[in-house]
């Protein structure tokens, strides 16, 4: 079984800054496919980057040039950086993780923008 948990988010101004973490219990060179998600109550999970490991990385439109990704293999951990923040990133963010068509989510961290 893998796990993933997030950390880092929290309540923020417009035009703010968060960094998110996810630490995972495998190592990330192990690992098919990573990537973040945002769902906001009531609403579908919606993609905000993905990567694959040793391939690409894709961003949702509404986050190119605000959100970067980062890893650290050694920890094992994967870091969202948002910045530019707006009243509608206010979600909670999922890390995912795909190993062997296997999907793994972790429990999600909380974002609010506001003023």
């Known amino acids: 079984q893998v796990q993933l948990v997030e950390s880092g988010g929290g309540s923020v101004q417009p035009g703010g800054s968060l960094r998110l973490s996810c630490v995972v219990s495998?190592?990330?060179?192990?690992?098919?496919?990573m990537g973040w998600y945002r769902q906001a109550s009531g609403k579908q999970r919606e993609l905000v980057v993905t990567f694959i490991i040793g391939g690409g990385t894709h961003f949702a439109d509404y986050v190119k040039g605000r959100f970067t990704i980062t890893r650290d293999n050694a920890e094992n951990t994967l870091y969202l950086y948002m910045n530019t923040l707006k009243p509608e990133d206010t979600d909670v963010y999922y890390c995912?993780?795909?190993?062997?068509?296997?999907?793994?989510w972790g429990q999600g961290t909380q974002v609010t923008v506001s003023s």
């Open positions: 995912s993780a795909r190993i062997n068509r296997d999907d793994y």
């Open positions: 495998k190592r990330i060179s192990s690992i098919d496919a």
